[in-house]
């Protein structure tokens, strides 16, 4: 296999594979057999590349191949009379339409977030279909069992399917009851680029999020979560030095900081905030309009996720409160909170805010074991090596 061909395989898959994966769900109405011949296009293009050249088109050749592939096993099933399960009539398309379909990533992302699946179906089947997690990697995020993660993705997918739910975006009247998954999704795809640094899925996370707030001028909570990106992406370029490493939020060079996208996201805070009574995303982009002031005002901050937790209560959420309290009332303080907080035992940011509160109260001893703990949990190596460096300060006499 050339190196050439198997990284242009590699490429194109990475930054277009839910644009494929989208215009072969509308084309065949099916997850899994969009997902099969999406595979098996890749599985071609990795033996016939080599041979050949790369094609000057290879994303339209992969769509192509994989939707031939998908409508041969249609065609086989048929003439087995072994018909797919509900599986519709595909539909007749050009190479030249499936390639120029337009954003259908947004009709995918409210197909996947349809109110006849369940909440934690709906993310999961998102990140998963839109942003290219792996069941692992959402199974962490959710905290729970890799197995039961990836029989939840096939229920989802073949509810899809079963039932008939249609590839679009919904008719205005439809959007309000599908907004909360919409945005959900949305912010954990932001949210595990920005804790990977990587820029590409964070950028779409926002370009997504801009399009759902136009296709929805009067929901706050819509542009709340843009202002929340934006105000988070502004500082991306300050949190990982040169080398790689972390730089925690107080030893940012605030330099760094993109004044432009701060402007913007506080323009479309103001606009979230005057429909008035804020939701979680809109008090979210509060809190992180503060971090971007100088200094922070740790007690306001304190008193905005005591008003988030009434709304939205989440482990997560406890725990940032928590380190605000820290903050504002002293590390003891902060710590009591921590030591209260259930259901984040695997969560390497739990034990790594408390190891620093341990540390701040000279519990050496405390705070060694549970920096081991944050240590073996992370999965980032910026994480991991800035968990190492904190060790090594501790151990050394």
Same mark, same amino acid.
């Given at each position: 296999?050339?190196?050439?061909?198997?990284?242009?395989?590699?490429?194109?898959?990475?930054?277009?594979?839910?644009?494929?994966?989208?215009?072969?769900?509308?084309?065949?109405?099916? $997850?899994?057999? =969009? @997902?099969? &011949? /999406?595979?098996?296009?890749?599985?071609? #293009?990795? !033996? *016939?590349?080599?041979?050949?050249?790369?094609?000057?088109?290879?994303?339209?050749?992969?769509?192509?191949?994989?939707?031939?592939?998908?409508?041969?096993?249609?065609?086989?099933?048929?003439?087995?009379?072994?018909?797919?399960?509900?599986?519709?009539?595909?539909?007749?398309?050009?190479?030249?339409?499936?390639?120029?379909?337009?954003?259908?990533?947004?009709?995918?992302?409210?197909?996947?977030?349809?109110?006849?699946?369940?909440?934690?179906?709906?993310?999961?089947?998102?990140?998963?279909?839109?942003?290219?997690?792996?069941?692992?990697?959402?199974?962490?995020? $959710?905290?729970? =069992? @890799?197995? &039961? /993660?990836?029989?939840?993705?096939?229920? #989802?997918? !073949? *509810?899809?399917?079963?039932?008939?739910?249609?590839?679009?975006?919904?008719?205005?009247?439809?959007?309000?009851?599908?907004?909360?998954?919409?945005?959900?999704?949305?912010?954990?795809?932001?949210?595990?680029?920005?804790?990977?640094?990587?820029?590409?899925?964070?950028?779409?996370?926002?370009?997504?999020?801009?399009?759902?707030?136009?296709?929805?001028?009067?929901?706050?909570?819509?542009?709340?979560?843009?202002?929340?990106?934006?105000?988070?992406?502004?500082?991306?370029?300050?949190?990982?030095?040169?080398?790689?490493?972390?730089?925690?939020?107080?030893?940012?060079?605030?330099?760094?900081?993109?004044?432009?996208?701060?402007?913007?996201?506080? #323009?479309?805070?103001?606009?979230?905030?005057?429909?008035?009574?804020?939701?979680?995303?809109?008090?979210?982009?509060?809190?992180?309009?503060?971090?971007?002031?100088?200094?922070?005002?740790?007690?306001?901050?304190?008193?905005?996720?005591?008003?988030?937790?009434?709304?939205?209560?989440?482990?997560?959420?406890?725990?940032?409160?928590?380190?605000?309290?820290?903050?504002?009332?002293?590390?003891?303080?902060?710590?009591?909170?921590?030591?209260?907080?259930?259901?984040?035992?695997?969560?390497?940011?739990?034990?790594?805010?408390?190891?620093?509160?341990?540390?701040?109260?000279?519990?050496?001893?405390?705070?060694?074991?549970?920096?081991?703990?944050?240590?073996?949990? #992370?999965?980032?190596?910026?994480?991991?090596?800035?968990?190492?460096?904190?060790?090594?300060?501790?151990?050394?006499?």
């Amino acid at each position: 296999m050339s190196d050439l061909a198997s990284a242009a395989v590699e490429r194109v898959y990475r930054e277009h594979r839910s644009r494929m994966l989208a215009a072969l769900v509308r084309a065949l109405g099916d $997850f899994e057999l =969009a @997902e099969d &011949a /999406l595979q098996e296009a890749c599985s071609q #293009a990795l !033996r *016939k590349w080599p041979r050949s050249q790369v094609p000057d088109d290879p994303f339209a050749w992969l769509l192509t191949v994989a939707r031939n592939h998908a409508l041969d096993r249609i065609r086989r099933a048929k003439m087995a009379r072994t018909k797919l399960p509900s599986a519709p009539e595909p539909v007749a398309m050009t190479e030249k339409q499936l390639v120029d379909l337009g954003d259908e990533r947004l009709s995918l992302i409210f197909t996947c977030c349809h109110p006849a699946l369940g909440e934690d179906a709906r993310l999961a089947l998102t990140l998963q279909a839109v942003a290219g997690f792996t069941a692992a990697q959402i199974a962490r995020t $959710f905290l729970v =069992a @890799e197995p &039961a /993660l990836a029989q939840r993705l096939v229920r #989802a997918k !073949r *509810k899809i399917r079963d039932a008939g739910i249609t590839f679009e975006v919904p008719a205005d009247h439809l959007l309000p009851e599908r907004l909360q998954g919409v945005l959900g999704v949305l912010y954990l795809i932001f949210t595990r680029g920005y804790t990977t640094a990587d820029a590409s899925l964070r950028l779409e996370a926002l370009r997504l999020g801009k399009l759902v707030a136009t296709l929805m001028p009067d929901e706050p909570e819509a542009h709340g979560l843009v202002a929340l990106m934006l105000l988070h992406n502004s500082r991306s370029a300050a949190r990982i030095s040169s080398d790689g490493d972390l730089v925690l939020f107080e030893d940012q060079d605030r330099s760094l900081w993109n004044v432009e996208e701060i402007s913007e996201g506080m #323009a479309l805070l103001d606009r979230a905030l005057r429909f008035g009574s804020p939701g979680p995303y809109v008090l979210h982009a509060v809190i992180a309009a503060l971090h971007v002031q100088d200094p922070v005002d740790w007690t306001r901050v304190t008193a905005l996720y005591a008003e988030l937790l009434a709304v939205a209560p989440t482990p997560v959420i406890e725990l940032n409160h928590a380190v605000a309290v820290a903050m504002a009332d002293g590390p003891a303080a902060g710590l009591s909170l921590i030591d209260g907080i259930s259901g984040l035992d695997s969560y390497h940011l739990l034990h790594s805010a408390r190891a620093d509160l341990l540390r701040r109260l000279d519990r050496r001893s405390e705070a060694v074991a549970a920096y081991r703990l944050a240590h073996d949990l #992370a999965v980032t190596p910026a994480d991991r090596r800035f968990l190492a460096a904190r060790l090594r300060s501790l151990e050394v006499p």
